[in-house]
């Protein structure tokens, strides 16, 4: 399953319901038309991100929170991971496409909460192959690296800060009922 933090500004006390507030992912900040809301029936509650510092000029923060749907197979929540997908939709042509940045894993101060910031992210590096005949694409480019695999928490959200002009997607990644043996040798 692969879902998308949505750059959502959200006023302060609201959520937009996304997926009738099974799982969601918004942007922190501003303000929103209410057409986008649901009724305070169906809203999630808002995971209180007051102890999370406000993000600088020139960046944006982003909670991811997760919840498990109705007849989501039972087991600890923390077995589950987010991965997350920083980076943002540019036109590239045939060659690899990666954008150069790192993220990092932080504390809140005086809390101990994770929060994670994108280091860079603005250069953009490739392949150089000849692209003879193709025409450019739009795609989404992301951070190069390994990817970043957090522990579900469902008692606390995923804060990522991020410059302004990145996106963060996530994927959750949940592990299979069964276990398998190994085959010794």
């Known amino acids: 399953m692969s879902l998308m933090a949505l750059p959502i ?78 980076g943002r939709s540019m036109r590239v042509d045939c060659n690899r496409h990666l954008l150069q940045g790192t993220l990092v894993e932080d504390t809140v101060p005086g809390w101990g909460y994770p929060l994670f910031r994108v280091k860079g992210g603005s250069q953009l590096i490739s392949t150089r192959m000849a692209c003879p005949g193709q025409a450019p694409r739009r795609e989404f480019v992301a951070l190069g690296g390994n990817p970043t695999l957090v522990p579900v928490n469902p008692k606390l959200p995923i804060v990522v800060v991020a410059p302004k002009e990145l996106e963060v997607r996530w994927r959750l990644w949940r592990p299979e009922p069964g276990q398998q043996s190994a085959t010794p040798f």
């Open 9 to 86: 500004p959200v006023p302060h006390g609201c959520l937009p319901s996304l997926s009738r507030g099974l799982i969601g992912a918004v942007l922190v900040s501003g303000a929103l038309s209410g057409a986008l809301f649901a009724s305070p029936a169906e809203a999630a509650p808002q995971p209180d991100l007051r102890p999370y510092p406000p993000a600088a000029p020139g960046e944006r923060r982003w909670f991811i929170r997760v919840d498990s749907p109705p007849g989501a197979p039972a087991g600890p929540p923390m077995d589950q991971r987010v991965e997350l997908v920083i």
